[in-house]
């Protein structure tokens, strides 16, 4: 091989892991360039294999997709696990409002990782075992927190689908109004929005609770 061959020649993989170095790398796009960067000839590019190599773990973009959708799905439950030890195990409203903060805190912190899982039309969500299972472990953790808070006459409502929803829709919508850049027309700044997000949370749980007689 010529010098000049050997120094265009994709460098050899040697770890071993392709598949988990072909997300980071799609990851890492994500974050760089947007969805719209994501490739799986440019994920090859950045984990120095040859443009063949990553079709055997991933036949198409869409299968790419959803492994980084998995991924980046796991990630955001490893947080909520680490804020739920954090919360009293005997206040189920306590738990609920940890995950919420978790929830809008990470996808701050991970606006390109929170835009994967959250636009079903990148990925294929059947497609991954680990993907439909950590989606519904976190709408279990909710709904648990929700319905043993109403066993315990903590809500004014025992619609507990409902609240579920609700608080999602608060979660997701603050989420998305922060990332793309629309809080600055409210006069709030960056400063402020952590702050404000944990009370309208607490708003939300303020409203949800009973009152007392």
Not at 40 to 47: F, I, L, Q, S, T
Not at 64 to 78: G, N, P
Request: a neutral charge; hydrophobic letters at 50%.
């Amino acid at each position: 091989m010529t010098k000049r061959a050997a120094a265009t020649a994709p460098r050899p993989y040697h770890h071993g892991k392709l598949k988990e170095a072909l997300v980071e790398a799609a990851l890492g796009l994500a974050e760089e360039a947007g969805v719209e960067g994501v490739t799986v000839r440019e994920a090859a590019r950045r984990a120095g294999v040859s443009s063949a190599a990553p079709f055997r773990h991933f036949p198409d973009r869409e299968a790419l997709m959803t492994a980084v959708a998995a991924e980046a799905l796991r990630r955001f439950r490893v947080e909520i696990d680490a804020a739920l030890r954090d919360a009293p195990a005997g206040d189920p409203l306590a738990r609920f409002r940890a995950i919420g903060i978790t929830y809008i805190r990470w996808s701050l912190r991970n606006p390109a990782h929170f835009h994967i899982i959250s636009t079903r039309t990148l990925f294929d969500f059947e497609r991954s075992e680990a993907l439909r299972d950590d989606n519904a472990e976190i709408i279990s953790m909710v709904e648990s927190a929700l319905a043993e808070a109403a066993e315990l006459g903590q809500l004014g409502s025992a619609d507990v689908r409902l609240l579920q929803i609700a608080g999602r829709a608060l979660v997701y919508g603050f989420a998305r109004m922060v990332i793309d850049g629309h809080l600055p027309r409210w006069n709030v700044d960056a400063a402020e929005v952590p702050a404000m997000a944990e009370a309208l949370i607490d708003l939300f749980i303020g409203a949800i609770a009973r009152r007392p007689p």
